[in-house]
C-alpha cells in the first residue's frame, strides 16, 4: 500500500498473502486502474489468474460520516482464475465472438 495519491508503478502486484505470483504482466495501469494477468500458485495449485484492482482513498467514518484519510491502497475488482487449459480454450472462442458482436 502507497501513502500518496499516485500508484507506485514498480509496486508487487496486489494480491491476497496466500497466493504465490510466479510470474506476471501488467496489461494496463494508470491512476486509477490496473489490469494484469498472472501466472501464481495458489493453495498448491498453478492458476492463470485475471485481475482488475481500482486505485482508492482509505476512508473511515466520523460520527455518522465517511471521511478520507489521506492514504490510498488497490482494491480488487475483478479476479478470474483459470486452473486447466481445457477452460480456457472453451472460454477463449466465446470471448473473441462477444468482442466481435460487440464491435470491440
Known amino acids: 500500500m502507497s501513502n500518496n495519491n499516485f500508484p507506485n508503478p514498480n509496486e508487487p502486484f496486489p494480491v491476497d498473502e496466500s497466493i504465490q505470483v510466479i510470474e506476471g504482466t501488467t496489461i494496463y495501469k494508470n491512476n486509477k486502474w490496473w489490469f494484469a494477468v498472472l501466472l501464481a500458485n495458489s493453495f498448491g495449485h498453478n492458476k492463470v489468474m485475471i485481475y482488475q ?42 470471448v473473441d465472438e462477444y468482442m466481435k458482436k460487440g464491435g470491440l
Open 53 to 94: 484492482w481500482q486505485w482508492f482513498e482509505i476512508k473511515r467514518k466520523e460520527g455518522d460520516k465517511w471521511v478520507g484519510t489521506g492514504q490510498f491502497k488497490w482494491k480488487r475488482k475483478q479476479k478470474i482464475g483459470f486452473n486447466f487449459s481445457k477452460d480456457w480454450d472453451k472460454s477463449k472462442p466465446v
